[in-house]
């Protein structure tokens, strides 16, 4: 049984908040929803409070708010847990 990882430091816990984020945009856009925290709204407000730059409603705002997570991913290097 592996031990499990602690996740202490902020850069660390914005890692997973991402990852989580990332999944529940993903699920989301082909129809599901990972619990009732995890709305189209909220997901985008997430990746705007990030960006700075507001996502319309629906697939289109979402797809662009993914890229955008995606993007802020890649540029702060961070450690993701799961694709």
Sequence with gaps: MEKATV???P???EAYRMAV???GIKALLIGMKIN???TSTVCRN???GLTGKRYPAGKKGLTTALDDLQDSIDRYNLPIIYD
């Design 7 to 9: 996740l202490d430091r």
């Design 11 to 13: 850069d660390q816990i």
């Design 21 to 23: 984020f990332k999944q």
């Design 36 to 38: 009732s925290g995890y």
């Design 46 to 48: 997430y990746v705007s």
